[in-house]
């Protein structure tokens, strides 16, 4: 158990919906990073928020967005949803905000159907 | 940006000592190499980090030469429940606009 909790662990949806995944990081930790893994692209950092504020971009489509609230958890937004984003969505956290130097610890991930 | 290859697949049996090697041509000065093991249905697992020449944990050891445009993952006399896929992760966001970026994977199946 890594520390890092993800809910809801399964979400169905339609297409052009909207949907909110939710992480709360380890306790302490002050980063948390979202990350998409599909079987055509792998694993693909989406975004980092460290203690409140946005951190670092990866490859965030604009119909997604994302915020960390101030007791750290976080929550990712996808809108407009399309049959392409079907994936696992993992959250995971670090103590401070140098992700890449730092060891991530990752959630179970929530797997997102859409249909 | 560091673009990261890994072979998509390796066999091993078990006791044997199994590479993994992770290219990453563009790495940046302040990039840092990662490397973690995922299980299916699971979260990726933080195996060992480094940024030049070689590390060493209770699990694995990682050699990164002088140019840093590869990194490879040791793991010694692998068992069965080391089966799994392994990713390089190569960034830095010490920096605000740094980048983190995942290589496509090596699954690793471990024979009896």
């Known amino acids: 158990d890594s520390g890092v909790t993800q809910t809801p662990k399964h979400l169905i949806t339609a297409t052009g919906q909207r949907v909110t995944l939710r992480c709360s990081p380890r306790?302490?930790?002050?980063?948390v990073y979202w990350y998409q893994q599909s079987l055509d692209q792998g694993l693909q950092f989406l975004i980092q928020?460290?203690?409140?504020?946005?951190?670092a971009k990866g490859n965030i489509l604009e119909r997604f967005s994302a915020q960390q609230f101030p007791d750290l958890h976080s929550e990712l937004n996808l809108s407009s949803l399309e049959l392409g984003d079907s994936a696992l969505y993992f959250c995971?956290?670090?103590?401070?905000?140098?992700?890449?130097?730092?060891?991530?610890?990752f959630g179970p991930g929530t797997r997102l159907l859409v249909l | 940006l560091a673009k990261t290859t890994q072979p998509i697949s390796m066999d091993s049996y078990e006791g044997q000592e199994v590479n993994i090697t992770c290219s990453h041509n563009?790495?940046?000065?302040?990039?840092?190499i990662t490397w973690y093991q995922q299980f299916p249905s699971q979260g990726p697992r933080f195996i060992i980090q480094?940024?030049?020449t070689k590390v060493t944990n209770e699990v694995a050891s990682l050699f990164i030469p002088a140019d840093r445009k590869s990194s490879t993952l040791s793991l010694p006399r692998v068992s069965l429940s080391d089966t799994a896929v392994y990713y390089c992760?190569?960034?830095?966001?010490?920096?605000?606009?740094?980048?983190?970026?995942f290589g496509q994977g090596t699954e690793l199946s471990v024979k009896p």
């Open positions: 928020y460290y203690n409140g504020e946005e951190r």
């Open positions: 992760l190569v960034g830095d966001t010490s920096n605000q606009g740094g980048k983190l970026i």
């Open positions: 480094g940024y030049k």
């Open positions: 563009n790495i940046a000065t302040n990039d840092y």
């Open positions: 995971a956290s670090s103590r401070g905000m140098a992700g890449g130097r730092e060891t991530q610890y």
């Open positions: 306790s302490g930790d002050l980063s």
